[in-house]
């Protein structure tokens, strides 16, 4: 009879539970907020024999116990708890029986919360302490409502299961339970509630999002205004840019102890004074050189007037400011050719300059 009662008290909680959850779970923290906190609780416990008649042994004689402990425990990812508690007990035996009996009950349990939230189903070992120590594996549910996000109400039934003497018992426990450390939420989730408002309330509620330059990002994250809408841009609103390295380079050959620049070669000049204008920020050295034949102080001075007949040209022809420009004249320091031969001195009668731009290319979409 006793068990039959039992059996139907913890239907009647289980559904409570369950009715309780469906209206209460937006107002109570969420699995997700408790995560790697501990908590500890205290604890009342009662506990009724769930086997009717005698069995002959001493738990049959147990009728009932009520009892208090305590209990740590720790959320280990948003449906799974591990809790370990203490119970000490206080045991009602037949009256016509009389035992030496302990007086405790200790209980490792695994939580397993569906809804990461209120409802929740119980599993674990426990001993259980009568006259000796008896192990019983645990089965149960219960139901967590939250006073505030780090304090909660518990109820909790589990049927206990004694292997050594196949015996059946059922306990319930009303507890209270303290979160330590900080939850991830920022306050409990509230409900939110629906209101109507008219449209020309919507409308002075509405924030209205500018892009005046149309690249993507609202006026009010954007640094960089009228950025081009052709170019590609960050999350700042400013144009990406890569970088491009552009080289010029002048080669001109000279007729044998002549510094004078020949015709066939004006074109080439002229690249290089287009490049020199389309980046007026740089400047440019005319090296002048020599082949091998004749005196080196000769050769040394008819390098000088190669390289500054170069210069004379860009200047009086181009227009390049005298400033931006050269003349370093080398000799026959530098051959390009070390052979003695007419091409290998055709070679080595030059001119030569070189330079290098990097620039900052924007990103196109």
């Not at 039992?6 to 995560?35: H, M, R």
């Not at 002959?56 to 809790?83: C, L």
């Not at 004074?273 to 050769?299: C, V």
Request: charge should be negative.
């Amino acid at each position: 009879m006793k068990t039959f009662f039992y059996t139907k008290l913890t239907i009647a909680l289980t559904a409570a539970s369950l009715l309780s959850f469906s209206v209460n779970a937006l107002e109570q923290p969420n699995g997700d907020d408790l995560i790697g906190n501990y908590y500890g609780g205290i604890h009342l416990t009662h506990a009724i024999d769930g086997d009717d008649g005698d069995k002959g042994v001493y738990n049959s004689a147990m009728d009932h116990a009520s009892g208090a402990g305590v209990e740590i425990g720790y959320r280990y990812s948003p449906e799974t708890e591990f809790r370990l508690s203490y119970s000490h007990m206080n045991w009602v035996f037949d009256e016509l029986e009389s035992y030496n009996s302990g007086n405790s009950y200790t209980a490792l349990d695994v939580l397993y919360f569906p809804n990461k939230q209120n409802l929740y189903f119980v599993g674990g070992l426990g001993i259980w302490d009568i006259v000796d120590e008896k192990p019983s594996a645990d089965l149960g549910a219960g139901y967590r409502y939250y006073l505030t996000q780090k304090s909660a109400l518990y109820l909790e039934g589990k049927g206990n299961y004694q292997f050594s003497d196949n015996h059946l018992d059922y306990s319930a426990k009303l507890g209270f339970i303290y979160f330590f450390g900080e939850n991830k939420s920022s306050g409990p989730k509230i409900k939110p509630q629906t209101q109507s408002v008219t449209k020309a309330e919507a409308a002075s509620q509405t924030v209205m999002k500018v892009d005046t330059d149309n690249d993507g990002v609202f006026d009010d994250y954007d640094k960089c205004a009228n950025t081009p809408m052709s170019d590609k841009v960050d999350a700042k609103g400013c144009t990406v840019f890569t970088e491009e390295v552009s080289t010029m380079e002048l080669l001109i050959n000279f007729d044998n102890n002549q510094s004078t620049v020949k015709a066939e070669y004006f074109t080439e000049v002229k690249k290089a004074a287009d490049f020199l204008n389309q980046y007026p920020h740089t400047s440019l050295t005319i090296e002048g050189h020599t082949s091998s034949k004749g005196a080196a102080a000769y050769n040394k001075t008819l390098s000088q007037k190669r390289a500054e007949a170069v210069v004379d040209l860009l200047i009086n022809d181009y227009g390049i400011d005298a400033s931006r420009l050269s003349a370093m004249g080398y000799g026959e320091e530098r051959l390009i050719n070390m052979d003695d031969t007419a091409q290998a001195h055709a070679d080595n009668r030059r001119i030569e300059a070189k330079i290098s731009v990097t620039n900052k290319v924007a990103i196109k979409r």
